[in-house]
């Protein structure tokens, strides 16, 4: 059976101050996530601000797209692409990102805490 | 097998074409050409080139050996001076004879002299040889009062001619009212009067001229109405005489007013002799433009073969080729139902002939502005319907104009003459495109379109592009899944519409959210399009990371600071604010190897900090982030060098202070050296300049990096304001054709016909796109601002510039360094610290 665990959330900014079609790096605690906004779509996705491939954080400042229908994050240093959706590595890497979700509420960005 | 003899007179641009339509046709005849003159056939309609001294050499048609090869006796200075038709044999005048199966007489015709008195003076003179110019410019260079006699096409380009060899008011000299009585009507007279008047002509209307007076030489011309003019020169140019000596003698068939009458295969009375050209006499008319004749060469040659080709009479449109003034004449010039619109304050008349019935064009006269040219001859030849409104024709219908024009090149039918020097039609064009001649030059070599008066230049081109776009061959280029366009499409699409933005160019052409291949190539094409600062309009997040911080990421995420250093000239002052800044921020610095310093190891957040204070101090952004033009470096040169030659560090200034923050496909550098021991590397970079006793020399298309190449000479001795103007043309030829990321070495590698290619269109303009870019680059220049000051005092720009966007005063705690000599360096990729 499946537990149903309560999402729990952490309060990461406000809509304004986020880039539409690009990204922001939030901190909580010592963890550092990159929040992305999708705004033709109005979708949202936030993954963890560190590269796998060299460990830099900098996943917050990569350029967004598309590949078909799947979101993506290129890494500024070495352009390894990343899917927003699943954290998986789309240059052929092993690694993965972790994920998060993300809800929008009266103008706050809301970051999921697991 | 006994081969046909054929026996060519003349060898003149006809008699070339005949040679060489003939010689693909078939390899069963023997050819032999005489010519008296000493140049094998060469490019009458540009013999104005010679006086701007291009070499006769580089107007030959084709080399001698061209003859050689094709199996073809080429005998040049051989006058032929006595045919004899009974025994087929021709002798030339020095007695030789030869025999021929086939006679052809291509023996063009001479400038026409009218009967006035004193005409044998010296000083009176033709315009039809490169002898004629050369005794012309030997003239000119003493002379104070020269006249043209005639006010016709050919009269007026030899005015010009004389006016670009210096003669100071050249007159032109002309019997009817108005100038170029055949081809346009008194308005069009009256504005291109004006215009060569402003040039610095002088032009006498209903002038009879009936005396030419001086002893030996002339000393001026009287005229019917009694009055006199001076002139120590006079250059006669009043009509064509078609050589028809030989055949007169002969006995062949001739015109009462000259002329080898010929039937529609060219054949002439006696049906083993031929005439093409302008000698020909073909229902009464002498053709005395080369499209007709090579069409006559063309009829000739295949009714030699067997083929039965019947000539049908040409018209005579023709557009003049004097550069500054721009005028055409198509179809019936005179017709009526006329439109006509006149801005007399910009110099423009235009005039269209409808049918009675108001549905056909039938003819008009362009002055001033004759770009609608070879669409509005095409309507003509091919009866294409006019619009409702037909002044739309002449001043461009409310549509876009790129609108417009393909539904124009839609119209015309596949068997349409684009151009009549070579007679190639649409549907050949097309067929070449197919086959794979996908650029202009390639396209020109193939089907020889454009290589005669070059009228039909744009109309090819549009007809290359629209095919391309048709076939889908944008689809190959497509810069990735969310454009299907090319470069150099999206470059044209985005400067039609005048978009702005990446969210608008997304929007209007393509799908999905983009990616990080389309997102720089379209920022680079706003970039250089229109110069507006990188990170307004949202455009921000379409920049390569490091344009989109204004600095390069290095490992560890901190950035670098590289302020302009404009020819690595730089006072003690701004050094030690560099040293103060560098000291204050913990950054580590380096004389880079182009000549500037780099200060590295800034945060995110200090970068608006540090640049604050450069500012302040009067630096400006180096653009070390963006494929834009990096640094012009310098050798000491004249100032201090005991070999300089010229201030070569000023003009390294001067052409870094005017080139900063341009951007382009792929970052551009450039260096200035003061003498020929290139201290400074200028053959390296994409635009080199080296000093030399009379001015600069320009290098182009070099670079250092991973595939290092030397830059090509593209000009010489140029003054500095012409150096300038060459590079303004060659950067914006690069900006707009280049593929994204592509250095100019490698965009020169893939160019048809390369450096000369390039030169052509540099130096010779050969395009026609000078004039326009340098007055767009003039619009980039202007726009320029020091992208680092507008981000700094920008809000909503600055405040990008921190790392945490819920803490903004928090500097990346990740980052590391590792201390070095007397200074620091970037903490190792933290993924190899835990092995
Ligand atoms: C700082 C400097 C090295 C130095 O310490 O001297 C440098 C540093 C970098 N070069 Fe360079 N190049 C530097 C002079 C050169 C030169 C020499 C020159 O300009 O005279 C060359 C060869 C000349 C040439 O380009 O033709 C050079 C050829 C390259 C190339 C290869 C380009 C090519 O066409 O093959 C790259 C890669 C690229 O641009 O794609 C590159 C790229 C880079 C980047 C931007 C790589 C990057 O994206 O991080 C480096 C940035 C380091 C940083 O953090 O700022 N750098 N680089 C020099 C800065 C010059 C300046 O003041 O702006
Ligand atoms: C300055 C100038 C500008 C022009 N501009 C244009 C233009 O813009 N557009 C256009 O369509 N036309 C233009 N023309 C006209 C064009 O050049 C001619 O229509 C074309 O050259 C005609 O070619 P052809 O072979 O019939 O005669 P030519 O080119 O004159 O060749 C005839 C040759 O035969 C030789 N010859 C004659 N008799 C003998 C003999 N008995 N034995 C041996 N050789 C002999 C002559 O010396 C000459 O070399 C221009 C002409 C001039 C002079
Ligand atoms: S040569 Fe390589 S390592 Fe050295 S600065 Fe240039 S890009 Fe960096
Ligand atoms: S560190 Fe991100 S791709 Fe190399």
Redesign the pocket.
């Known amino acids: 059976m499946e537990t149903v665990t309560e999402t729990s959330w952490f309060l990461a900014c406000r809509v304004e101050d986020t880039i539409p079609n690009g990204g922001v790096c939030v901190k909580r605690d010592d963890e550092q996530i990159a929040l992305f906004y999708f705004s033709r779509q109005d979708r949202w996705y936030a993954v963890q601000n560190e590269c796998p491939h060299r460990r830099q954080m900098a996943l917050s400042r990569g350029m967004v797209g598309t590949a078909g229908e799947e979101p993506k994050v290129a890494c500024p240093f070495h352009k390894m692409q990343f899917s927003l959706a699943s954290g998986e590595c789309l240059s052929g890497g092993e690694c993965r990102l972790k994920t998060y979700r993300v809800k929008v509420a009266d103008g706050n960005v809301f970051i999921s805490k697991n | 097998m006994v081969k046909n003899k054929v026996i060519v007179v003349g060898n003149g641009m006809v008699s070339h074409k005949f040679c060489e339509k003939l010689s693909e046709k078939s390899k069963n005849f023997a050819i032999s050409v005489f010519g008296e003159e000493k140049h094998p056939a060469y490019d009458r309609v540009n013999l104005s080139k010679y006086l701007d001294g291009v070499a006769a050499e580089a107007l030959y048609l084709d080399e001698e050996s061209w003859y050689g090869e094709q199996g073809i006796r080429l005998h040049l200075n051989k006058r032929i001076t006595h045919i004899d038709l009974e025994n087929k044999l021709v002798y030339t005048q020095r007695g030789e004879t030869a025999a021929y199966d086939y006679l052809i007489l291509a023996t063009g015709s001479s400038p026409f002299v009218p009967e006035i008195q004193g005409r044998e003076k010296n000083g009176v003179l033709v315009y039809r040889t490169f002898d004629d110019l050369d005794k012309l410019r030997m003239f000119a260079s003493r002379a104070r009062h020269a006249m043209v006699l005639g006010g016709g096409l050919l009269g007026l380009e030899a005015a010009k001619g004389l006016l670009d060899l210096g003669v100071e008011a050249p007159g032109v000299l002309e019997f009817a009212p108005r100038l170029m009585p055949r081809q346009i009507d008194s308005a069009g007279s009256r504005v291109l009067a004006e215009k060569l008047e402003a040039m610095g002509m002088k032009v006498h209307l209903g002038k009879q001229a009936v005396e030419i007076t001086g002893k030996d030489r002339i000393d001026g011309v009287r005229f019917a109405d009694g009055s006199w003019l001076p002139a120590d020169m006079l250059v006669v140019s009043a009509g064509i005489q078609p050589r028809d000596e030989l055949a007169r003698q002969a006995g062949l068939q001739v015109g009462p007013r000259g002329g080898i009458v010929v039937n529609e295969f060219m054949q002439t009375s006696h049906p083993d002799v031929y005439a093409i050209g302008e000698c020909a006499l073909f229902e009464n008319t002498v053709f005395g433009l080369v499209a007709p004749g090579y069409d006559m060469a063309g009829v000739a040659a295949a009714n030699l073969c067997g083929e039965k080709k019947a000539f049908s009479g040409a018209d005579s449109s023709s557009k003049l080729k004097l550069a500054g003034v721009e005028l055409a004449s198509f179809g019936n010039p005179f017709g009526s139902r006329s439109v006509v619109f006149e801005d007399g304050n910009r110099g423009i008349y235009k005039r269209i002939n409808l049918s009675a019935d108001g549905t056909k064009l039938t003819g008009g006269i362009l002055v001033g502005d004759a770009s609608q040219y070879n669409m509005l001859l095409q309507t003509v030849a091919n009866a294409l319907p006019v619009p409702e409104n037909p002044e739309e024709l002449i001043l461009g219908s409310k549509g876009t104009k790129a609108a417009s024009q393909a539904a124009g090149l839609d119209m015309l039918p596949e068997s349409a003459i684009i151009c009549s020097c070579e007679g190639v039609t649409k549907g050949r064009l097309i067929e070449a495109i197919g086959e794979g001649c996908e650029t202009f030059d390639a396209l020109k070599t193939c089907t020889k379109a454009g290589t005669g008066c070059s009228g039909c230049v744009p109309l090819v081109k549009d007809i290359l592009a629209d095919t391309m776009k048709k076939q889908g061959k944008y689809i190959r280029k497509s810069v990735c899944e969310h454009f299907p366009y090319s470069r150099q499409e999206l470059y044209d699409l985005i400067k039609i519409h005048e978009i702005k933005s990446y969210d608008e160019v997304l929007d209007s052409f393509g799908k999905g959210e983009g990616c990080e291949i389309c997102k720089p190539i379209i920022a680079s094409i706003l970039a250089s399009l229109w110069n507006e600062m990188v990170l307004q309009r949202g455009n921000d997040i379409a920049q390569d990371s490091?344009d989109r911080f204004l600095a390069?990421?290095?490992r560890g995420g901190t950035y670098?600071v590289?302020p302009r250093i404009p020819g690595g000239e730089i006072t003690p002052e701004k050094l030690i604010v560099i040293g103060k800044i560098a000291r204050k921020y913990d950054l580590y610095t380096?004389i880079?190897?182009?000549?500037?310093i780099?200060l590295?190891g800034a945060h995110l957040n200090d970068l608006p900090l540090i640049w604050e204070e450069l500012i302040a101090a009067g630096f400006e952004s180096?653009h070390?982030?963006g494929k834009a033009l990096?640094?012009v470096?310098s050798c000491v040169g004249s100032t201090w060098c005991r070999f300089g030659l010229q201030d070569s560090v000023s003009f390294a200034l001067e052409v870094e202070n005017r080139y900063k923050g341009l951007r382009a496909p792929?970052?551009i550098?450039s260096a200035v050296s003061g003498c020929a021991r290139e201290c400074a590397?200028a053959q390296?970079?994409d635009f080199g300049i080296i000093a030399t006793e009379r001015g600069w020399n320009l290098f182009v298309c070099g670079?250092?990096?991973?595939?290092p190449q030397h830059a090509q000479l593209l000009a010489t001795d140029l003054d500095s304001e012409t150096c300038i103007r060459y590079i303004d043309r060659f950067l914006m030829f690069y900006i707009q054709t280049a593929d994204p990321?592509t250095?100019t070495a490698t965009w020169l590698n893939k160019m048809d016909g390369g450096i000369d290619y390039l030169r052509n269109v540099v130096v010779n303009d050969s395009l026609g796109m000078a004039a326009e870019w340098e007055k767009e680059m003039e619009c980039l220049l202007g726009a320029y601002r020091c992208e680092w000051k507008t981000a700094v005092e920008t809000p909503e720009i600055r405040r990008r510039f921190v790392h945490f966007v819920n803490s903004p005063e928090e500097k990346d705690p990740s980052v590391a360094f590792q201390p070095l000599r007397e200074q620091k360096m970037a903490g190792a990729w933290p993924d190899q610290n835990d092995r």
Not at chain 2, 592 to 596: D, Y
Not at chain 2, 703 to 707: I, Q, R, S
């Open positions: 490091n390069n990421i290095q670098s590289v380096k880079t190897g182009a000549q500037r780099d590295f180096g070390a982030y990096r640094t470096k792929h970052k550098k590397e390296s970079k670079n250092g990096g991973l595939k990321l250095r």
